[in-house]
């Protein structure tokens, strides 16, 4: 298994700019979320989605939008890039979102806004 | 609201020396507890959780950790330490009272503690 993948790795946008960060995983998870990472943030829960179709707002959702059409994917898009949004970026995954299941990440993108 | 406090930004240690790393949290619930860890330029590995059970959890790389529920930490050990474990750890927690459907369901993560192990 490839686990949970990301692309790109890195990206420089320019501000008003729109983009997708894409995130994939084959373990036939049902529960997938995305996180950004900033300087002494932690990581903060941007969306997250519980199945196909079914997605819904963590913490820091504004400016980003997120889409489940199958279980494997849950693209992540930018409408339009801001410099507050310079950061890194994990997909994440797991079985469920319940109890003790482990989330499993990707390896991030790393994201420039000028 | 479920919250987790990881009261160091950085801990040194010399190699060879036991280490730990401080976790504590807050929950209406039962905890499920989580470590991970991050190395430079990569993603988030899990090393270890605590569900139910014995308290001291067993991880990857010789990590363990301790839950304790009356002072409601989870902190992290090692009893030797090496300069391969200088890393960002994150703790996490997920409240097992927490309704499953929305988003109290979610991981919460602490802000991380970077761990510097010197030769």
């Known amino acids: 298994n490839a686990g949970v993948t990301q692309t790109p790795k890195f990206q420089v946008l320019k501000t008003g700019q729109s983009m997708t960060l894409q995130c994939a995983q084959d373990?036939?998870?049902?529960?997938m979320s995305w996180y950004r990472q900033d300087p002494g943030m932690g990581l903060r829960l941007i969306h997250y989605?519980?199945?196909?179709?079914?997605?819904d707002q963590g913490e820091v959702p504004n400016g980003y939008n997120v889409s489940r059409s199958t279980t494997e994917d849950f693209p992540l898009r930018l409408l339009s890039a801001a410099p507050s949004q310079t950061s890194v970026y994990f997909c994440?995954?797991?079985?469920?979102?319940?109890?003790?299941?482990?989330?499993?990440f990707g390896p991030g993108t790393r994201l420039l806004v000028l | 609201a479920q919250s987790v406090a990881q009261p160091e930004d950085q801990v040194n240690v010399a190699e060879g020396n036991p280490l730990t790393v401080k976790c504590t949290y807050s929950?209406?619930?039962?905890?499920?507890l989580f470590w991970y860890v991050q190395y430079p330029n990569r993603g988030l590995q899990f090393l270890l959780k605590?569900?139910?059970?014995?308290?001291l959890v067993k991880g990857s790389y010789g990590f363990e950790a301790e839950f304790n529920k009356s002072q409601t930490s989870f902190h992290l050990k090692k009893p030797s330490a090496l300069v391969s474990d200088s890393a960002l750890y994150f703790c996490a927690v997920r409240d097992s009272g927490m309704n499953y459907g929305g988003s109290q369901g979610n991981l919460i993560f602490g802000k991380g503690t970077k761990l510097s192990v010197k030769p």
């Open positions: 373990m036939n998870h049902e529960y």
């Open positions: 929950v209406s619930g039962n905890p499920y």
């Open positions: 994440a995954s797991s079985y469920t979102v319940a109890g003790g299941q482990t989330q499993y």
């Open positions: 605590y569900i139910t059970g014995d308290n």
């Open positions: 989605s519980v199945g196909a179709g079914i997605t």
